[in-house]
């Protein structure tokens, strides 16, 4: 396989004798097409299907042989904290020590710990501490991810992960979607005034973030601990002013009906849901708001109520599922791992978790007219995996069969 990469950029090419899961809409369950084959051009599939149906043209450039191997869509992670500054390792051994979450917060912990470790971390610096955990999510064949903001609550700050965020996407070859989530918690210098940083955030942060372009989406966390929905629905106002796609940190600890508030803005994706209801995965459904799985949190923080998965299927609600990488309850850099979770965890299929990372998780992050599956004209974004098998993919667990991992054709 490392032909291709020595490849000039551009050249046509074709991976053959490869058995495929396309997941396309249009196919049945994975879209497996037994002895099949991807040809690429300028970055972009101009051919998936029978390798026996394999136009003559696209046989003239560079030829790859898979030997059997399977061939998915790149793998997408569509909800990620990655830019962060340091861990918070030491709160992990408090809890298992038996510290409640107000003990961990005096002491200094929880999210304001993160943010003012990101406070006084410079942007290189966040680049530096965010390659290693996004080079972990590129060994298992992802080609997308999405990272949010969230830890530095200030103009500035929010500004400074933001680029740290962009400038990861110029330091390796994956497609980097980033996502503005400073109504994520309350900055100590707002001292308790949650309106009033509500304010700061539309009329100030967002603006900023918007003038410079460093936000694909507007994010927010409605819970008790965070904000309300009426004050999201501030925030929520202010993105659509600017013309900017919103997401929601929903219903993870309570249902404060963040899932029908995400719906009534049309909002991307709604992610965490543990506590949604039928009413909000009616609304969902009807608004087509992806919902976002995330069972690294749910597993790390030891919670007991599970998303309501059979009603997201009754409805028709599509489901992604990501990895939630962040210092503070779901420090997980493998969507491996994350879909065994899915599976063990929530009882989701094996053809909902590889959905859920491919075609799905493109969905959540408005992407889909141009990747998440394997048909033409989406980009050349391909995993090859050394299995017999697509279940194996959700099936093991700390075990790696990427056999190569295609970007953009390359």
């Not at 997941?23 to 994975?30: D, I, K, P, T, V």
């Not at 330091?171 to 005034?193: I, N, Q, S, W």
Request: charged fraction near 25%.
């Amino acid at each position: 396989m490392a032909a291709e990469s020595k490849s000039r950029a551009g050249a046509l090419r074709l991976w053959r004798n490869a058995r495929l899961a396309t997941m396309a809409e249009s196919s049945a369950g994975l879209g497996v097409v037994e002895r099949g084959a991807v040809a690429a051009h300028d970055g972009r599939i101009v051919y998936a299907g029978a390798e026996s149906e394999v136009p003559p043209a696209f046989a003239q450039g560079e030829i790859i042989d898979c030997e059997g191997r399977w061939i998915t869509p790149g793998l997408i992670d569509c909800h990620t904290h990655l830019v962060h500054a340091g861990n918070r390792a030491n709160e992990f051994e408090m809890r298992l020590a038996g510290a409640t979450y107000e003990e961990v917060a005096r002491a200094g912990g929880g999210i304001v710990s993160s943010v003012k470790s990101l406070r006084a971390a410079s942007e290189d610096d966040l680049v530096a501490q965010a390659l290693p955990r996004l080079d972990a999510l590129m060994a298992e064949g992802v080609t997308t991810v999405e990272i949010k903001s969230g830890y530095g609550l200030d103009l500035d700050n929010e500004r400074k992960s933001l680029r740290a965020a962009r400038q990861l996407g110029n330091e390796r070859p994956v497609t980097v979607r980033t996502t503005c989530l400073a109504a994520h918690a309350l900055p100590p210098e707002a001292k308790g005034d949650k309106d009033a940083f509500i304010d700061l955030v539309a009329k100030t942060i967002l603006p900023g973030v918007a003038a410079e372009g460093l936000a694909d989406a507007v994010d927010g966390f409605c819970e008790g601990i965070a904000f309300s929905p009426e004050q999201m629905s501030r925030v929520f106002d202010k993105a659509r002013a600017l013309g900017l796609p919103v997401k929601l940190h929903a219903d993870q600890l309570s249902n404060l009906h963040g899932a029908e508030l995400a719906a009534r803005y049309g909002a991307l994706s709604a992610d965490h849901l543990e506590y949604t209801d039928e009413a909000g995965a009616l609304a969902m459904a009807r608004a087509g708001t992806v919902a976002t799985i995330l069972p690294g949190a749910y597993y790390f923080i030891r919670e007991t109520k599970k998303p309501p998965i059979g009603l997201f299927r009754q409805h028709g609600v599509r489901m992604a599922v990501a990895t939630d990488n962040n210092p503070g309850t779901s420090p997980l850099t493998s969507l491996l791992l994350t879909m065994n979770m899915a599976a063990t965890l929530f009882g989701m299929t094996v053809d909902e978790c590889l959905a859920g990372v491919t075609r799905e998780a493109a969905r959540a992050l408005g992407l889909l007219d141009g990747t998440g599956t394997l048909e033409v004209g989406k980009s050349a974004d391909l995993a090859i995996w050394d299995i017999e098998r697509p279940a194996e993919l959700v099936y093991r667990m700390g075990f790696n069969p990427l056999h190569a991992r295609i970007w953009r054709g390359q």
